[in-house]
Nanobody, 117 residues
């Protein structure tokens, strides 16, 4: 059974930092492209950042330069370091694991991030 479990969310003041973690089980983690997505109330889920199995990264323009995605294949864990947080970063953040051949696409349950003074 595949599980992606996010942690590290919470309430933080504007300008603050958080680090999200996503621990996986039931998949060969190193073979998957991983990503972070977020969904604010009333909005569609949007891409935040992705990292390929080879370590190539991609960021949404809105977080580029503030967020850093990384992975530790030995620990089967994905991270998202979030700095200079803004109120508009408030959302539920989801971990995603994806591979193409064969196609597999898995989601975590999400962790709430709230940026507010």
């Amino acid at each position: 059974q595949v599980q992606l479990v996010e942690s590290g969310g919470g309430l933080v003041q504007p300008g603050g930092s958080l680090r999200l973690s996503c621990t996986s089980s039931g998949i060969i983690f190193r073979t998957y492209a991983m990503g972070w997505y977020r969904q604010a109330p009333g909005n569609q889920r949007e891409l935040v950042a992705t990292i390929s199995s080879g370590g190539n990264t991609n960021y949404a323009d809105s977080v580029n330069g503030r967020f850093t995605i990384s992975r530790d294949n030995a620990k089967n864990t994905l991270y998202l370091q979030m700095n200079s947080l803004r109120p508009e970063d408030t959302a539920v953040y989801y971990c995603n694991a994806k591979k193409q051949l064969p196609f597999r696409n898995y989601w975590g349950q999400g962790t709430q991030v709230t940026v507010s003074s």
